[in-house]
């Protein structure tokens, strides 16, 4: 019987290029296995004047 497990994995940073980056870096050591979705959302808050940015993804596939 195989074992086809959904699994998760997040991702959080400051700057849309490192959210690719990492993202891209992921999904080049899961080749071969099928990714259902692909989430992404960004926030935005405002700090003492400044605008901080939290790029996020989230990757469901099965492993």
């Known amino acids: 019987m195989v074992n086809n ?4 994995k997040v991702f959080d940073e400051s700057h849309e ?3 690719e980056t990492k993202v891209n870096s ?3 050591t899961i ?4 990714v259902i979705d692909i ?4 926030a935005i808050t405002m700090f003492s004047n ?5 790029f ?8």
């Open 17 to 19: 290029r490192d959210l």
């Open 26 to 28: 992921f999904l080049s």
């Open 5 to 8: 497990m959904y699994k998760v």
């Open 39 to 42: 989430k992404y959302e960004v």
């Open 56 to 63: 996020s993804a989230m990757i469901l596939y099965k492993d």
């Open 50 to 54: 400044e605008q901080i940015y939290c």
């Open 31 to 34: 080749e071969g296995k099928e």
